[in-house]
């Protein structure tokens, strides 16, 4: 590692295939906390390269436990995370309206290293029990349209690294590895990015790899549709810029989709908002979210159209449902 290190601090990228390899010593734990550590920090000062970048996706999806669904059209609402902003879990809610308006969702998340409350974190205070297998994950789909793959179950490099990303409390490049190795390989991807030198490095990689996809960034930092500001979108097609009026709501304050201070307070606010009980702007953010993820599909007509459902989904009950069905452990 010491040479790696050296060759790094003194302004040097990795290929693909080193990048590859050192990711794959990592998982296998054969080098120390500090040597790690120092190797993390190198990522911290500089942006990752699309050689990087997918040298570690490879090791991340070669090491990862094989998740078949019996189907790969499903959806995956995530992001890098990273943004500092702390917000509610605005992606993992917009994941219930997609699967209530009756879109598979297999989603993919973990604890938060630098919010309160990743997606793992949620789920966990609302009762939902991590599943380890396959076959658990798809029951969980047939009976609640959605499963949530929690990544250090199915990544082995994730588990490995864990303690270390929680003692550094920053973000790291396993914050923007996160959305792209999703075990279950699902067709359709809405990833939110914190910034947009990262987006175009995921825009670069993505072309090459899927025929759909779609990134989402706020233009004052959120890694996901916020409506604080206009939203960058970039997709196999380009880019577009909408602000909170093209997406059919009024701009929002940062302060209304703040996460909370506690976990049990992210839980409590994201009950409330999936009951149909959210303020304006914490339900608006939820449904551009949602709306965006369906229109990535191709299969749901227009952004209106894809919003009506979305709509649908919250204020018929549906996608409050499809969390009961999630959270009744009859595995």
Do not use: W
Not at 264 to 275: S, T, V
């Amino acid at each position: 590692m010491k040479k790696i290190l050296q060759y790094l601090f003194d302004h040097h990228t990795l290929s693909r295939a080193e990048a590859r390899a050192i990711l794959t010593e990592i998982a296998q734990n054969k080098y120390n906390e500090n040597e790690v550590t120092a190797f993390v920090s190198v990522f911290l000062m500089r942006n990752i390269t699309v050689a990087e970048l997918e040298g570690f996706q490879e090791a991340l999806l070669q090491l990862a436990v094989p998740v078949d669904l019996g189907t790969h059209d499903i959806v995956d609402i995530v992001g890098t995370g990273g943004d500092g902003k702390n917000t509610f879990n605005i992606s993992t809610l917009a994941s219930f309206i997609v699967a209530g308006t009756g879109q598979k969702v297999a989603k993919h998340g973990n604890y938060g290293v630098s919010s309160t409350s990743g997606a793992s974190n949620v789920l966990e205070e609302l009762g939902y029990e991590f599943k380890a297998n396959a076959d658990d994950l798809k029951k969980d789909l047939e009976r609640a349209n959605i499963c949530f793959i929690h990544a250090p179950l199915f990544h082995p490099a994730l588990k490995a690294v864990a303690p270390l990303r929680k003692n550094l409390g920053l973000r790291t490049f396993f914050n923007i590895l996160g959305p792209l190795v999703n075990p279950a390989k699902p067709l359709y991807s809405l990833i939110g990015v914190y910034n947009p030198e990262i987006a175009r490095i995921y825009q670069y990689l993505l072309q090459k790899q899927k025929d759909r996809f779609m990134l989402v960034h706020a233009l004052d930092g959120y890694d996901e549709i916020s409506l604080t500001q206009d939203t960058k979108i970039y997709s196999e097609r380009g880019e577009d810029i909408y602000s909170a009026e093209d997406l059919h709501f009024k701009n929002t304050e940062p302060e209304s989709i703040f996460g909370g201070e506690t976990k049990q307070e992210a839980a409590e606010i994201f009950l409330n908002i999936l009951k149909g009980n959210g303020t304006y702007g914490q339900t608006a953010v939820v449904l551009a979210n949602a709306a965006m993820a369906l229109k990535n599909t191709g299969k749901y007509g227009s952004y209106e159209d894809c919003l009506q459902r979305s709509k649908a989904s919250l204020e018929s009950g549906n996608a409050f449902e499809c969390l009961k069905q999630l959270t009744i452990q009859k595995n």
